[in-house]
């Protein structure tokens, strides 16, 4: 018969002889994998426009384009998880200057990237040969491992809003990264041909669904404005998000990429959202207007031309106390939840 001291000394043996062979007991973990609610270490955040364009315009004078890595951009970096320069754990966000005249050389990756255009003129990105021109509000595409660059042709800085999927793509361990060898790549569509040709809701005929190699790259701000004020005339509106769109491939109706969604929405004035959570984070940029957040109970104050992290699983609603209207533009990982039968909503009782 074991005595309790003979058991405890037994189990030390057992427990050191496991840890040794990298042997764990699930009921060593505890909470670690038995949680009754996701573990979120990233903290809701907001990052003043006012300082992000100070910080960016001051390494636009210091920081040589040629010497900052390829591109001239600030990562916007959640202070819960600073290891994962991201502001979610998915999510990675930056803002990017170009200078006029300057070009950020060719490259790609296996991270899928979007910009989504906030100042100045004369930008454009060139994906896979189609030179993509950006105007402030326009969405612009580069998706996984299309060859992209960016230049400035105009005669004032440019400024835009970078939002990738890289955190899930190094949790997965599937991060490839190639530089163009032989200076540009070369310009091999029409400009803008994507937008010319899928734009609306009319497809040419002989393109079946599902089949297109070349998605839509840009989403003009003309048309996301249109589509907005459109639905708010019917007054059709989400409880949780007011008078919210998705943008969507066009040939598939679904999400513009695998892991990462995006977003519009207009925040009517007076409009106070009921509140939900949802296991899908996001990061807005407010577009225009003001107004705040309820996130997990604290209220957090934006206006335009802020950034607001919302982690997985925060309960949140929006806010526009004033006469104006506020535009949010987001991202989300949505399509990865989703895709891996994760996702999962629910109201939060006020
Ligand atoms: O502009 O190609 O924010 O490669 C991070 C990685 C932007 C880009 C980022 C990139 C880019
Ligand atoms: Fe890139």
């Known amino acids: ?22 042997i764990q007991g699930l009921w060593q973990l505890g909470d670690e994998i038995q949680a009754t609610r996701p573990k979120v270490r990233a903290v809701p955040y907001v990052w003043r426009g006012e300082d992000v364009r100070r910080v960016l315009l001051r390494a636009g004078e210091l ?19 600073p290891e994962s320069h991201s502001a979610t754990h998915t999510l990675a966000a930056a803002v990017q200057l ?12 296996t991270p899928a990237a979007v910009r989504f255009m906030l100042q100045g003129h004369g930008a454009y990105t060139t994906v896979a040969g189609e030179r993509c021109h950006m105007r402030p509000g326009d969405l612009v595409l580069t998706p996984r491992m299309a060859w992209h660059h960016h230049g400035n042709a105009g005669d004032e800085p440019v400024i835009w809003t970078d939002g990738l999927d890289f955190p899930l793509v190094i949790l997965l361990n599937a991060t490839f990264w190639e530089p163009y060898r032989d200076g540009l790549q070369p310009e091999t569509e029409p400009a803008d041909a994507s937008t010319l040709r899928y734009a609306g809701t009319l497809r040419p005929g002989w393109r079946r669904p599902y089949t297109s190699p070349r998605p839509m790259l840009i989403y003009r701000w003309e048309d996301t404005d249109a589509a907005l004020r459109n639905l708010a005339r019917l007054d059709e509106a989400s409880p949780y998000d007011d008078v919210l769109l998705e943008y969507t491939n066009p040939l598939t109706g679904g999400h513009v990429f695998p892991a990462l969604a995006c977003f ?18 996001a990061v807005y940029h407010v577009f225009r207007g003001a107004g705040y957040s309820i996130i997990d109970g604290q209220r957090y104050d934006w206006a335009e031309g802020d950034w607001l992290a919302l982690p997985a699983w ?5 806010v526009n106390p004033g006469p104006e209207e ?7 990982d949505l399509p990865a939840l989703e ?11 006020q």
Do not use: C, F, W
């Open 1 to 22: 018969m074991l005595t309790e001291e003979t058991t405890a000394q037994a189990l030390d043996a057992l427990y050191a002889e496991m840890a040794r062979l990298r």
């Open 63 to 81: 920081v040589k384009h040629s010497e900052a890595a390829e591109r001239r951009t600030v990562r916007l970096v959640n202070p819960g998880i």
């Open 98 to 109: 170009l200078l006029p005249g300057e070009v950020a050389p060719t490259h790609r990756h």
């Open 264 to 281: 519009i929405q207009l925040l009517r004035p007076g409009v106070h959202t009921r509140a939900h959570r949802h296991t899908s984070s």
């Open 314 to 318: 925060a309960a949140h609603l929006h």
């Open 326 to 332: 506020a535009i949010l533009y987001s991202i989300s």
């Open 339 to 349: 895709a891996l039968d994760l996702y999962r909503e629910e109201a939060v009782p």
